[in-house]
């Protein structure tokens, strides 16, 4: 059980293409491949502990202040988060500015918790939450890989398109600029949704 609720996710029940959660970030954090993929983490991570905990809390939360105990538990992971950016990873962390802190808000996490961690014991929520932030991750390491291959040439910041392929050294290629811009943004998630869905309509 624990292994199809760990793979639905990632393979038929993705949240950004199917299910149309967590777009905003999606499109706001992928102009390079790494604060793309420390977002990603991030939010498996808060996805996660947030349903587990959230699940052990189950039984003891008043339902009239369900949300505020759920909004309390993200926060407090979320700016766990943010402050071990902070002290860890400074430069990435002024990249992300404060899509980190959005995290609180990203409908992946509050979703999850209100479908499946109220309802299961904690070690499936976990999976659950974990499956959710990676299927979430895939799709923003996806994006985030044509748009700073095309639109700078590098990944990781470093370069990956030959220096000798560009016009300025003699060759045919230039840097796109459009892929760093936001609309291009929206275009490629559109395709990745076009391609996942595309693809799971032939297994049905």
């Known amino acids: ?10 393979f038929k029940n993705n949240p950004i293409p199917v299910l149309a959660l ?3 970030s999606a499109l706001a954090v992928t102009v390079k491949l790494e604060p793309a993929m420390v977002m990603a983490l991030s939010v498996t991570l808060v996805t996660g502990f947030s349903s587990m905990i959230l699940s052990l809390l189950r039984n003891t939360i008043p339902d009239r202040i369900r949300i505020i105990v759920q909004l309390v538990v993200v926060a407090a992971l979320v ?4 402050q071990i950016l902070k002290a860890f990873a400074w430069e990435i962390s002024k990249q992300l500015s404060v899509f980190v802190g959005l995290i609180i808000t990203n409908c ?4 999850r ?18 499956a959710n932030g990676l ?9 985030s890989i044509v748009r700073e291959l095309l639109g ?17 050294n003699g060759g045919l290629y230039e840097n ?12 490629i998630l559109g395709l990745v949704v076009w391609v996942y869905n595309a693809k799971n309509a032939k297994r049905v």
Do not use: H
């Open 152 to 168: 700078s040439g590098t990944l990781m910041g470093y370069q990956v398109i030959p220096k000798q392929w560009y016009v300025a």
């Open 176 to 187: 796109n600029g459009l892929f760093i811009l936001p609309p291009m943004a929206l275009i």
């Open 108 to 111: 992946i996490i509050m979703g």
């Open 135 to 143: 299927g979430y991750g895939i799709i923003l390491v996806a994006v």
């Open 1 to 10: 059980m624990n292994k199809r609720i760990f793979l639905d996710p990632l």
């Open 79 to 82: 700016i766990l988060v943010d």
């Open 22 to 24: 967590g777009i905003c």
């Open 113 to 130: 918790i209100e479908a499946f961690a109220l309802y299961n014991k904690p070690f499936p929520s976990l999976v659950d939450g974990l």
